[in-house]
């Protein structure tokens, strides 16, 4: 194996990495195959990284995925969701993952030291933890620690500890991501087993390659839509970014898929974390593993013609702020501070908080207009002006469920994931919201539709009722209602948006302000 140039000892950094660089799990081993390396791409990767080294000293930092070496234990394992307390199954599983991407990691490591490189594998077990899988302490300061001591740190995704599950999967990806806020290195390159993003899964026919991608870093102009194909993980999310084929063409929507054994997130997750670098201020490059476009990608130097792979860039940066371009010139750049996580969205947060304030606001508009002014109804329904209500009530309720998914998922594109949900959320929601349907049945069995819909206002007779649920709390749909929206958000709330407890305070309060029309207010 050929060795790269020697560097001096005494060459050492102290300012932020130049390069983040992913191996991406896919791109080094063989995932349909347990533990399986591809050696061969991966030396090459090696090699190309020590030609970095040589040029430029200790300025990388590389972060790997786990490939076969990990993904097929913990998704036999369950270790993504947690549980390591409770079940031994889930703690022999997070043990197993732990043993398997360390064997990969110290493959990693010795190729890049067979090829020159000082690296230093830094598992992020044991630094790294979250909670409800967000990141409450990182490794971040000894990474950059080895680094000013002029090695390559090394780290990979992992099994981590949850202060809330009890025990997670820590992408690659996302490490990538913390590294970039915390570090805010000019350039980021993933390598994949690909030549780049593509507007479908590239083995499909018709695929064409994302070359491009631009992102608004000041407002979200011209979103992407991207969908989870069959096996995909999360859901549909606008992501705030704009694509172009090699045509120079628009691509209006992007699908992706996901191994079923992988528990990172596929490629959705990928393409978040690269546009959440292009919006911090970085340079996203997106090649394929081992050959002469992955060179390139790592280089300072701008890209070659006929350079194959996707290119990330954030659109309208302030000037001075472009630290890719900072590097190649030779000027220096600074590390800046943690930025919150961000994904990008058609929406902005400010405008789906007022979106799903309305959407919850609509059935009660409609029970205070028809309240307050039932002859106007029945001079439109007639005799089927209770018929009229519900169906018009049921909508509405569907565009309250739409509201809140809308909110939910502009903040988090993945969605709820229930084999993460702990069993005490379970224990104490779903009775919560198992007793407040049976409140919402009880009523309906007790008085009827007609009942149920102001059918007393609209021209119905309605015999009074006094037995249950009536004698047991007042307005009992209102209250089985509430019951039934607390009990979800119990079952949610360890992978809950901020802002979830906010929302179901406000439609607490519009049932309140229904039901204290009903007791008190009236039009004669």
């Known amino acids: ?7 001096p000892h005494t060459m050492a950094r102290t300012s932020p990495p130049a390069v983040l660089v992913k191996l991406g799990g896919a791109a080094i081993t063989n995932k349909s ?7 061969t791409v991966l030396a090459s990767c090696a090699q190309q990284l020590a030609q970095i080294y040589a040029l430029r000293g200790a300025c990388f930092i590389v972060v790997h995925g786990a490939g076969s070496f990990g993904h097929h234990q913990a998704k036999a394992s369950g270790v993504a969701g947690g549980g390591i307390r409770t079940s031994c ?9 732990r043993a398997s991407v360390t064997k990969l990691n110290s493959l990693v490591v010795s190729a890049l030291l067979a090829a020159g490189v000082p690296a230093v594998g830094l598992s992020p077990c044991g630094t790294w933890t979250t909670s409800n899988r967000r990141l409450v302490a990182d490794g971040c300061g000894a990474a950059a620690a080895l680094l000013a001591a002029g090695l390559v740190p090394v780290l990979h995704g992992d099994c981590v500890l949850d202060e809330s599950l009890g025990c997670t999967i820590l992408s690659g990806d996302l490490i990538i991501t913390r590294l970039c806020q915390r570090l805010r290195p000019p350039l980021v390159v993933f390598l994949t087993n690909v030549d780049g993003i593509f507007d479908r899964p590239p083995e499909e026919p018709g695929a064409q390659l994302i070359t491009r991608l631009e ?5 979200e102009e011209q979103p992407m839509l991207v969908s989870s194909g069959s096996g995909g993980s999360g859901g549909g999310a606008g992501l705030g970014f704009t694509a172009f084929n090699q045509l120079g063409e628009v691509v209006h929507s992007l699908t992706t ?14 393409i978040q974390e690269a546009v959440e670098v292009a919006k911090a201020g970085g340079e996203v490059r997106i090649a394929r593993a081992g050959g002469p476009d992955a060179a390139a990608a790592c280089s300072p130097d701008p890209l070659p013609p006929g350079w194959v792979g996707t290119q990330g860039k954030g659109r309208r940066m302030h000037r001075g702020d472009d630290r890719a371009a900072q590097w190649r010139d030779g000027r220096p750049f600074t590390a800046a501070p943690k930025h919150g996580h961000h994904i990008p969205t058609m929406l902005s947060q400010a405008e789906s908080n007022i979106l799903v304030c309305v959407g919850l606001a609509l059935p009660h508009f409609l029970y205070a207009a028809i309240w307050f002014f039932p002859q106007l109804w029945m001079a439109v329904f007639k005799k089927r002006s209770v018929e009229a209500f519900e169906t018009l009530a049921w909508a509405l309720k569907g565009v309250q469920f739409l509201s809140v998914a809308y909110w939910w998922l502009l903040r988090k594109p993945d969605g709820v994931d229930l084999a993460a949900i702990p069993l005490t959320a379970w ?5 919560l919201f198992a007793f407040g349907q049976w409140l919402n049945v009880s009523i309906f069995k007790a008085i009827g539709h007609a009942g149920v819909y102001y059918g007393f206002k609209l021209g119905h007779t309605i015999p009074w009722y006094s037995g249950f649920p009536f004698n047991f709390v007042s307005h009992p749909q209102y209250v089985g209602s509430v019951l039934s929206v607390v009990g979800a958000a119990v079952l949610v709330w360890g992978q809950a948006p901020e802002g979830l407890g906010l929302l179901v305070t406000y439609w607490t309060l519009l049932y309140a302000a229904t039901a204290f029309q009903e007791d008190k207010l009236h039009l004669d």
């Open 1 to 7: 194996m050929l060795q790269a140039p020697s560097v």
């Open 33 to 39: 195959q347990l533990e399986t390396l591809d050696g």
């Open 89 to 97: 199954h889930v703690r022999s599983g997070f043990a197993g993952v």
């Open 215 to 219: 992102v608004d870093r000041e407002q």
């Open 257 to 270: 898929s996901c191994a079923a054994h992988d528990t990172t997130g596929g490629v959705l997750t990928k």
């Open 427 to 431: 224990a104490a929601g779903v009775p």
